[in-house]
């Protein structure tokens, strides 16, 4: 879609994949640019693509999405369930699962902001390379009662952060697992790693360097905990 505002509402979106990549390379179920879709009460399941199989939205789009199920798909690149490059989003009550990239199999942030998730569960994806459930590249958002737990990657298994932050309140990264940064994967993000307005609990993670925290910058040497 481009420059629409559609409602999509109580569908089935599954088995979708395109062979080739010369029309937009992101978005295997819905996909759009300036755009502001309203997308619930949705289950987005098994699509392939190269970049967002779920969903991708670029170019000044924002999102509103709710009560909807992302799981089991693929992109080979970014974005397993969601990709968002220079947009917005409100993501509520959804279940992003069991989606797999090299790059946020769960959610992959690009230049976005603006990017409000609220009482979702991010659980059981699986990146290659980075950022298992969440993957941010200079972008900001910020959770309320949100869980990100059992996701796998190579940094960042629950969140991988490149000159990026986030506010946080009732955030629980549990269970989640990487070679770095089990939990959180901090890459040349600002001074202000994050905030938190509630509590944000960081445990029960896995790696072979920071169990739960791991900071790289070019400036400091790194640490992890």
């Not at 917005?88 to 989606?99: E, G, H, L, V, Y």
């Not at 770095?180 to 609990?201: E, K, R």
Request: glycine fraction near 12%; proline fraction near 2%; include cysteine.
């Amino acid at each position: 879609m481009f420059n629409a505002g559609p409602v999509i509402d109580n569908c089935l979106l599954r088995d979708n994949y395109l062979y080739g990549w010369n029309g937009s390379p992101f978005g295997g179920a819905i996909a759009g640019e300036l755009s502001n879709p309203i997308i619930k009460n949705c289950e987005i399941i098994w699509n392939r693509f190269r970049d967002g199989s779920g969903i991708g939205f670029a170019n000044n789009s924002h999102v509103y999405l709710e009560n909807s199920t992302i799981a089991n798909n693929l992109a080979y690149y970014n974005g397993g369930a969601i990709y968002l490059q220079e947009s917005s989003a409100s993501i509520i009550n959804c279940n992003i699962a069991d989606n797999t990239a090299d790059y946020g199999a769960g959610i992959y942030l690009n230049n976005s902001n603006s990017i409000h998730i609220s009482q979702c569960e991010i659980v059981s994806n699986e990146s290659s390379r980075y950022g298992g459930g969440l993957y941010a590249f200079e972008s900001h958002f910020s959770t309320e009662n949100v869980v990100i737990s059992d996701n796998e990657s190579e940094k960042g298994g629950g969140i991988f952060l490149n000159y990026s932050h986030f506010d946080g309140n009732g955030l629980r990264i549990v269970n989640n697992a990487a070679d770095y940064g089990g939990g959180i994967y901090f890459q040349n993000c600002p001074d202000t790693l994050f905030n938190h307005d509630g509590y944000i609990s960081i445990y029960d993670n896995s790696a072979s360097e920071g169990q739960n925290l791991y900071y790289k910058s070019e400036y400091i040497p790194s640490s992890h905990y």
